[in-house]
């Protein structure tokens, strides 16, 4: 039934010699068989000789070649080369039907008793190691977040949708790691200290040549009668009695903290600490984003591969439901018009004119001058609000009725939330009229969004500092403008406080006020214009831009308000079922589809962006702009990195010496450059 090819290798039956390709003799040099047998030649040769072939033949070889015996066994194990690897690699992880595995199997044991006792102790070893991990593996999936929810939402609406509620999952994780972090190396032991638990005590940062119009703090709206609705500013706002709470950096002016023979240096842990969670961020983001760059490539496809990728491979098989499958029968359709409507467009740009590109470059270019022209009105507009805002605060605010003093504290959030919903509606209808194909449609108008809404973090933060960092004779004293600002990281943490409490009431409100209404008028409304604008859309680039915003937020404001990334934790927390939610009950999946692969790239990469632009601000705070001398730990230094030579002068001189060695260019450059090539070649 089997032919022999020479001492250990076996021709299956029927076989011509064009299978010498697939099954090499003994001592023959050629490729690994492993390989070779994931090749879609070999798989069609098997195909059509089993085909071909006879009823016992097919028999025969639905139960796998020929056993050989035991002697001829080992000669396969030594021979090929194969085996020796196989019995490292798991039986699963090779691309063989069944009975081929299990003959594979049986080589395997039957190679265990020409083992030594130290390599059967260590593949015993290895195997129990290996097991281990899996049944851990699989407990800790039962205790993942959300791992039903997500998963019935996979079966419901797809991969791509499912993409997204996996990514707010691992901003909750990731803002939570943050919180204990900033708690347990900064609010913890200030606070216990601050109680004398556990025989702390704690020392106050002592002034040292500062001038005494530099330490003044008050905070205005504590003393006196006090109206009820005053808590609810101060709770909406973070001003009043939220302002001097570990909420924020005032809070920490606090030299040392000793717990018995211990002594804990608070500035030095809240600079590190901030260091520690930026890193901890990127390096997280990059791994994943690395992961999601790997699939990306594995997709990239030509035209002929793409439509044939569609139609014989296009299908979610995670997808359990009947309306959830109708809707990737669209998506699917949605694909193909859209590769057609490129391949169109890629002929019709192929034949324009000389005149026809002039005429569409120069549309272009007047287009882009309109958009930097409303960018540049939504950005005047946050400043100008960003300047009113922050005068009329620093004004008595007990004249102000409770609806103005509360519009006056939010007119910049206000005004951010109105320039990240307009901007995108003219964004959507300028990109019709610049003749793009489909596909950069999408990323150019996702781009200009993402613009949008990092810039205007960026904006409100930059009208601050003008404020904060003033030149004229008022900020000469202190480098800072101390009237205004006392303690103007506190007035920072407090802007940031306020636009992420925001935020999450415009996602609240948008669902209950907007979505629901809209279901119901929908559903029970017959009225022509009503059924044609239909439900709202549940777009995943829009709500992931959403939650990007409000995790930049968190990544800037963690700084001057050391217990947010907890608000951002419980705020994603409660998004996720809202948004579940309308996702089930009053919105609409997008009729565009989403690859899970490239979405989740996609997503990490705004992710990223947004990261890069925390670090601008808070590199500037700590490097360039001075320190409060009212408040916080950093009293004591011109700047928050002086911290750190202070500490390093404290240490002997050969340790002063070792890390002067590594911060030296001599040192980092080289460094640098290692580690990138580690991390490349490890990519």
């Not at 491979?313 to 359990?320: H, L, N, P, R």
């Not at 540049?376 to 100008?384: A, D, L």
């Not at 995943?540 to 800037?556: D, H, K, M, R, S």
Request: hydrophobic share 40%; proline share 5%.
């Amino acid at each position: 039934m089997s032919e022999q090819l020479g001492p250990g290798t076996l021709r299956p039956p029927g076989g011509s010699d064009d299978d010498d390709v697939f099954f090499p003799v003994a001592n023959d040099t050629s490729p690994s068989v492993t390989f070779l047998q994931e090749l879609p030649s070999y798989r069609s040769i098997l195909r059509r000789r089993t085909s071909a072939g006879g009823t016992q033949d097919r028999r025969q070889n639905n139960h796998g070649f020929a056993r050989p015996p035991a002697g001829e066994k080992r000669n396969l194990v030594e021979g090929t080369g194969v085996e020796s690897e196989a019995v490292v690699r798991p039986i699963r992880e090779y691309a063989l039907n069944i009975p081929e595995k299990r003959r594979l199997r049986d080589i395997q044991e039957a190679n265990v008793k020409y083992l030594s006792g130290w390599d059967q102790w260590k593949q015993t070893r290895n195997k129990s190691w290996k097991k281990f991990l899996d049944e851990t593996k699989e407990l800790s999936s039962y205790l993942e977040l959300w791992r039903n929810d997500i998963h019935s939402i996979e079966g419901k609406f797809g991969t791509g949708i499912k993409s997204y509620f996996s990514f707010l999952r691992f901003l909750v994780l990731l803002n939570f790691i943050i919180f204990v972090l900033m708690f347990s190396f900064i609010t913890l032991p200030s606070t216990i200290s601050h109680y004398g638990v556990l025989n702390s005590s704690y020392v106050k940062v002592p002034p040292k040549g500062i001038e005494p119009q530099c330490r003044i703090y008050t905070i205005s709206g504590t003393k006196g009668l006090v109206y009820f609705y005053t808590y609810i500013i101060d709770l909406l706002s973070g001003t009043g009695f939220l302002e001097m709470t570990s909420l924020f950096y005032g809070y920490y002016t606090i030299d040392m903290v000793q717990f018995s023979v211990i002594k804990y240096n608070v500035p030095l842990a809240y600079l590190l600490t901030t260091l520690v969670y930026l890193s901890l961020s990127l390096i997280w983001i990059v791994k994943r984003s690395v992961e999601g760059f790997k699939q990306n490539l594995v997709r990239e496809e030509d035209q002929f591969q793409s439509y044939c990728n569609k139609i014989f491979a296009g299908w979610d098989f995670c997808i359990t439901d009947l309306n959830a499958s109708r809707r990737k029968h669209s998506s699917l359709q949605y694909e193909l018009k859209t590769d057609l409507e490129e391949e169109r467009l890629r002929q019709k740009k192929a034949g324009r004119t000389t005149e026809e590109k002039l005429r569409i470059y120069c549309l272009r270019l007047f287009l882009n001058i309109f958009v930097l022209a409303l960018l540049s009105v939504c950005f005047y507009s946050i400043y100008r609000a960003t300047i009113y805002s922050q005068e009329n605060i620093s004004n008595d605010s007990s004249k102000m009725t409770f609806e103005g003093n509360l519009l006056v504290q939010y007119l910049p959030s206000i005004v951010i939330t109105l320039a990240n919903f307009i901007a995108p509606l003219f964004f959507s209808y300028i990109i019709r009229l610049e003749e793009y194909s489909p596909a950069f449609e999408i990323r150019l108008t996702l781009m200009r969004c993402v613009f949008v809404r990092l810039a205007n973090i960026g904006v409100l933060l930059f009208s601050l500092g003008n404020r904060i960092v003033c030149a004229n004779k008022t900020c000469e004293a202190c480098g800072y403008n101390y009237k205004l600002y006392p303690c103007w990281e506190s007035r920072v943490g407090q802007e940031m406080y306020k636009l992420m409490i925001f935020d999450f009431i415009i996602i609240f409100a948008v669902a209950v006020f907007v979505d629901f209404p809209r279901k119901l008028l929908v559903t029970y409304c017959s009225y022509k214009p009503i059924q044609w604008c239909g439900l709202q859309e549940f777009g995943i680039p829009e709500n992931v831009l959403e939650i990007v915003y409000g995790q930049t937020i968190c990544w800037i404001g963690t700084f001057y308000s050391p217990v947010l990334p907890v608000i951002a934790t419980i705020k994603y927390f409660i998004v996720f079922y809202i948004k579940k939610i309308s996702l089930m009950h009053t919105c609409r999946p997008s009729k565009r589809p989403v690859r899970a692969s490239s979405s989740t790239f996609f997503f990490l990469v705004v992710l990223l962006i947004g990261l890069i632009l925390a670090f601008i601000p808070l590199g500037l705070s700590m490097t360039y702009i001075r320190s409060s001398k009212a408040c916080g730990p950093f009293v004591n230094f011109n700047r928050s990195w002086d911290v750190v030579p202070h500490t390093i002068r404290g240490f002997p001189t050969a340790l002063q010496n070792v890390l002067n060695g590594i911060a030296s260019e001599a040192f980092a450059v080289p460094f640098f450059m290692v580690i990138w090539r580690v991390v490349t070649k490890c990519s």
